[in-house]
């Protein structure tokens, strides 16, 4: 090589060198300036905003209203024909912006020199958009899906049975629809992370809903009693109700059983021996006690009255021995017209509609209470989709003939018998039995959570309560039991 190439390579070499000094000194100066700033680097995105140059505060502002902007307030569920709405501020959805900001300014000072260099470099470059955590409060989100699971309209009908006018009476269920609910909590939080709720209808995911099989062997146990006479004793004081014998062929209901379809009812005789001395010989005195009684006030609206009254008359003079479980629709049985029910109003899949029956969870109410008070043990009960007109939130009960009872036990060591009229605008349930010395004054008592504002000016307030059984003596608490969180619907 020649003296001229040799000294041409050198400066370029030289050239080459002083250049890439000059490039690493102008990003170690930009770099050392970075460093210094309160701003983020180029090249950063949350949520698709673009947050370069901007200090946290200006992020967390920019991406606040962008969110703001594009959040809706509710996604929206469908199931057949009927949509529901999942309220975004019940559930306490939101994203954690300002771990998001913090993130993106420490990008490029938290690591060593060189490390934070090839970071700023690789953003610079590169860029980064940063999606937020999304935040929500899981008890609430289970609690709504509570909710959509008992408001779908095609809920699974249960074989069922009941003792009327001397005869065996037994229903064949039906299938319903059961919400999927991992893949629905899926869908809900995958739809909030992005955003694309908003604009779009998701399909709720469900599965089949079998009603269990009858068993006429454990009905028959049930159904089936020995005759025996009523009596009492003072000393000690013990109550023993009558029995009426009950009996019927097994194999024939069996055998009946089996051909039945989906939704039919079928009527069996049963074979009755009567005793010969009964609790109502006994008379009240047997029950000397008044332990609970609740009243609710309802308008005097002909057939809506009606409801009440022969849904009264079933559970007027009901014993329970200690240990019996009062079920409110094995004792009042269907509410049909050819049993003397009026149309009137009901809550019936999100809506007031009208319905055969419509008004006789006043009862059930107005039981629900008094079996608290008189200390029953309250096994199966659910509140309304709409804080009724006669109760206020967390002291409802409802029942639907075939999915959805009310049961309590009679948790005391003596029988209890329930009282129950309608008259004068006042529904009234007592239950009397006998009082021990060391009674409570129980009542119910109910914290509104959360108030839920209604969609349109004739609509309906939600509410989230918290329900408590409170115990008193001398007007003083002794102690407190959380019985129920109930959700009621907005409209």
């Not at 109003?345 to 209470?369: H, P």
């Not at 009724?388 to 049961?407: I, L, M, R």
Request: proline letters at 3%; charged letters at 20%.
């Amino acid at each position: 090589m020649s003296k001229i190439k040799e000294n041409v390579l050198i400066i370029y070499i030289i050239l080459i060198v002083i250049f890439i000094g000059i490039f690493i000194a102008g990003i170690i100066a930009f770099y050392v300036s970075f460093q210094g700033s309160e701003t983020i680097t180029s090249g950063v995105f949350i949520k698709n905003v673009d947050v370069s140059g901007m200090t946290k505060d200006e992020a967390k502002s920019v991406v606040e209203e962008y969110l703001k902007e594009n959040m809706s307030n509710n996604l929206v569920l469908k199931y057949s024909n009927y949509e529901y709405n999942v309220p975004i501020e019940q559930i306490e959805a939101k994203f954690d912006v300002d771990s998001a900001v913090n993130y993106a300014f420490n990008i490029g000072r938290t690591n060593s020199f060189f490390g934070n260099v090839k970071n700023y470099l690789s953003v610079l470059i590169n860029k980064i958009n940063i999606d937020p955590v999304l935040i929500y409060n899981e008890q609430a989100l289970s609690e709504y899906m509570d909710f959509l699971e008992v408001s779908l309209p095609d809920q699974v009908q249960q074989a069922a049975y009941y003792v009327e006018d001397g005869d065996l009476v037994i229903t064949t269920g039906s299938t319903g629809a059961g919400i999927k609910r991992d893949i629905l909590k899926k869908l809900i939080i995958s739809g909030l992370q992005d955003n694309s709720y908003s604009n779009t209808i998701y399909e709720i995911p469900t599965y089949t809903t079998y009603p269990d099989e009858l068993n006429i062997d454990n009905i028959y146990n049930e159904v089936h009693k020995e005759v025996s006479n009523a009596y009492y004793t003072t000393d000690p004081y013990a109550i023993y109700a009558e029995t009426v014998g009950v009996d019927f062929n097994v194999d024939e209901v069996k055998n009946t059983v089996t051909e039945l379809g989906t939704n039919q009812e079928y009527r069996f005789g049963l074979v009755y021996t009567e005793p010969e001395v009964t609790v109502d010989d006994l008379g009240m005195e047997a029950f000397p006690n008044l332990l609970g009684t609740y009243s609710t006030n309802y308008v005097n609206n002909a057939n809506r009255t009606t409801n009440l009254r022969l849904a009264s008359d079933k559970i007027n003079g009901v014993v329970l021995m200690p240990g019996d479980t009062f079920s409110f629709n094995s004792i009042v049985g269907p509410r049909t017209e050819e049993k003397g029910y009026k149309s009137a109003a009901i809550f019936s899949d999100g809506m007031v509609t009208d319905g055969v029956g419509g008004g006789i969870c006043q009862i059930v109410t107005t039981l629900y209470n008094a079996a608290v008070k008189a200390d029953m043990n309250i096994t199966v009960r659910r509140n309304h989709t709409f804080v009724p007109s006669y109760s206020e939130p967390g002291y409802d009960a409802t029942v639907v003939y075939g999915s959805q009872d009310f049961k309590f036990v009679n948790s005391r060591d003596y029988p209890v018998k329930v009282v129950s009229s309608v008259s004068g605008g006042v529904a009234t349930v007592s239950i009397y039995g006998l009082a021990t010395d060391n009674e409570y004054d129980i009542r119910i008592e109910a914290d509104i959570i959360r108030t839920i504002p209604r969609k349109t000016s004739g609509g309906y307030t939600g509410y989230v309560a918290d329900s408590y059984k409170v115990y008193y003596q001398n007007g003083v608490e002794v102690k407190r039991e959380k019985i129920s969180r109930d959700t009621y619907s907005a409209s």
